[in-house]
């Protein structure tokens, strides 16, 4: 969705998101499966995450890329991901899968702006589910 983000210096519309694929996604037990994102950014420097939330706990920080710079990884053996700005893409990774992977997958976005970033993440933070379930 478009917004208009007023900062501090300047006033300008943005159409920042991200897609995720629609549906489930269904792996085995022991194997690796990969989650895809595309995003759309206005900004001169990506700021892509992935988040996990499992149940009605609050989603947990899997990792960070960035365009310009490294990002982080809570786990790097079990959670991996490759920004490519050129196809705005940043798919993740998860290796040795078991049933406590089965969760909703979050991509988020922050786009980089002058003046109060705290507030403009949180209105323009876009996000789709991907499920990843039935792991036998």
Same mark, same amino acid.
């Given at each position: 969705?478009?917004?208009?983000?007023?900062?501090?210096?300047?006033?300008?519309?943005?159409?920042?998101?991200? +897609?995720?694929?629609?549906?489930?996604?269904?792996?085995?037990?022991?194997?690796?499966?990969? +989650?895809?994102?595309?995003?759309?950014?206005?900004?001169?420097?990506?700021?892509?995450?992935?988040?996990?939330?499992?149940?009605?706990?609050?989603?947990?920080?899997?990792?960070?890329?960035?365009?310009?710079?490294?990002?982080?990884?809570?786990?790097?053996?079990?959670?991996?991901?490759?920004?490519?700005?050129?196809?705005?893409?940043?798919?993740?990774?998860?290796?040795?899968?078991?049933?406590?992977?089965?969760?909703?997958?979050?991509?988020?976005?922050?786009?980089?702006?002058?003046?109060?970033?705290?507030?403009?993440?949180?209105?323009?933070?876009?996000?789709?589910?991907?499920?990843? *379930?039935?792991? *036998?």
């Amino acid at each position: 969705t478009d917004s208009v983000c007023c900062c501090f210096t300047e006033c300008r519309a943005q159409k920042d998101n991200v +897609l995720q694929p629609k549906g489930d996604v269904t792996a085995t037990e022991g194997e690796a499966v990969t +989650l895809g994102c595309q995003y759309n950014s206005s900004s001169t420097n990506d700021y892509l995450f992935w988040y996990k939330q499992d149940g009605n706990n609050s989603p947990k920080f899997i990792l960070s890329r960035f365009k310009v710079g490294t990002g982080k990884t809570v786990d790097e053996e079990k959670f991996s991901s490759t920004l490519n700005s050129s196809l705005r893409s940043v798919p993740l990774k998860i290796q040795k899968l078991q049933l406590s992977d089965s969760a909703v997958y979050y991509c988020a976005l922050r786009p980089t702006v002058t003046g109060n970033t705290k507030t403009l993440y949180k209105n323009l933070w876009s996000k789709v589910n991907t499920i990843l *379930h039935n792991i *036998h």
